[in-house]
């Protein structure tokens, strides 16, 4: 198994806020969906999903932010 670093990581998300969000979801819908492919059995969701986003599989959907109007 690939050690990920942190550095590595946040170079694909905005912040470490995001990134904690979008493993958990990714892990989510993984361990929901049943992870049935044998060399993924050997790590944990969260592991798979932040191997996921340092490779760059995954697209993180941003919601737009609005602009403040003084």
């Known amino acids: 198994m690939i050690q990920l ?3 590595q ?3 694909r998300v905005e912040s470490k806020y995001e990134l904690a969000v ?3 979801k990714r ?3 993984l361990t929901e969906s049943g992870i049935t492919d044998e060399n993924l059995q050997s790590e944990k969701p969260v592991t798979i999903a932040l ?3 340092a490779e760059g599989q995954l697209e993180l959907e941003r919601p ?3 602009k ?3």
């Open 51 to 53: 191997h996921e986003i």
């Open 22 to 24: 979008a493993a958990a």
């Open 27 to 29: 892990a989510r819908a």
């Open 64 to 66: 737009q932010q609005q």
């Open 68 to 70: 403040m109007i003084k």
């Open 9 to 11: 990581l946040l170079d």
């Open 5 to 7: 670093s942190f550095d």
